[in-house]
């Protein structure tokens, strides 16, 4: 398993990390199954978000639950969680009593005392800087966080927060999959005339941000072929796309999973690729192609394959 700087921190984590957004419905015994072919694999590295189950801290509580980890355990895995959206309205909340109240209720729900990582769960435009800063020093202060960070936020976004938060934000979590890669193909269409891939719709480039800021780009939805409407190995409309993916495959002798995994690890950047899977197989085909470096001709070939424009 390759590991990667987190942000500026002196961390050194997995580039495969267990999104655990789907494991309410799972027993005990599935839950210790999945995090252990995670564990097995070389990852260490959980992600939650109060959010994620059918009611608030659901599947932070099923997974604590059914690890029921030792203080020695805890201390040996990174466990970050998300806080900010509250589905039934106001719908995003970054306001200082929401944000102290859902670490709380973290806390709680995961056993632990501490997090390692907090981030702020998608951007709320309501956004108070000065707010997000009173919690993030009392969270420090209290030992309660560790670090944190933002998910799906721009440049100028980050930028706002930074004016008053005076903690490093050491990830973003952002949406990338080869077929769903905006946040990459915009850079490498820059400056093209009616092309639509060459349009900058981050305020000024993402990826390339994060990577000046110290940032750790982490890819959520990594095998959804856009937002959340279905995968795009084995999909019947990505037929020339499979075709390199199980040439490749068989070249470095992985599963698909493992190539559309090192197709996004393989990026400078250092990302971090988030799994959304409750199946140990696929953990385990997922971690496969974490230490896999495919060739740029290759990397350009997955990406023209999926319908971007190389100029």
């Known amino acids: 398993m390759k590991l990667v700087p987190l942000g500026s921190t002196d961390l050194r984590v997995p580039n495969v990390v267990l999104g655990l957004m789907r494991i309410s419905g799972l027993d005990d015994e599935a839950i210790r199954d999945l995090v252990g072919a995670a564990r097995d694999s070389g990852i260490d590295f959980f992600d939650h978000a109060d959010v994620y189950g059918p009611t608030l801290h659901e599947c932070e509580r099923r997974f604590a639950e059914a690890m029921r980890l030792s203080p020695a355990d805890r201390e040996n895995v990174v466990i970050q969680t998300k806080a900010g959206i509250v589905p039934e309205g106001p719908y995003f909340d970054f306001s200082y009593e929401h944000l102290i109240a859902s670490v709380e209720g973290s806390l709680r729900a995961l056993q632990t005392e501490y997090l390692d990582i907090l981030l702020l769960h998608r951007p709320d435009a309501l956004v108070e800087p000065d707010e997000v800063a009173r919690a993030f020093d009392e969270l420090e202060a209290s030992g309660k966080v ?35 890669a905006p946040i990459v193909a915009q850079g490498v269409a820059s400056n093209m005339h009616g092309l639509d891939q060459s349009v900058m719709l981050d305020g000024g480039g993402i990826v390339d941000y994060c990577r000046l800021n110290e940032i750790t780009v982490q890819a959520w939805s990594p095998f959804q ?14 037929p020339e796309l499979n075709q390199v993916i199980d040439r490749l495959a068989k070249k470095y002798d992985v599963t698909p999973v493992g190539i559309a995994t090192a197709w996004i690890t393989r990026h400078p950047a250092g990302m971090q690729v988030v799994l959304g899977t409750t199946k140990p197989e696929r953990v385990r085909a997922a971690a496969a192609g974490s230490d896999i470096t495919l060739e740029r001709s290759e990397w350009y070939e997955l990406f023209r394959a999926a319908g971007y424009r190389v100029p």
């Open 146 to 180: 560790r670090a944190f960070g933002v998910s799906n936020q721009t440049p100028r976004q980050i930028d706002l927060l930074k004016k008053s938060v005076r903690q490093p934000l050491v990830a973003n979590q952002l949406q990338l999959s080869i077929t769903h």
């Open 225 to 238: 072929a856009g937002f959340f409407n279905g995968v795009f190995l084995d999909n019947p409309e990505y």
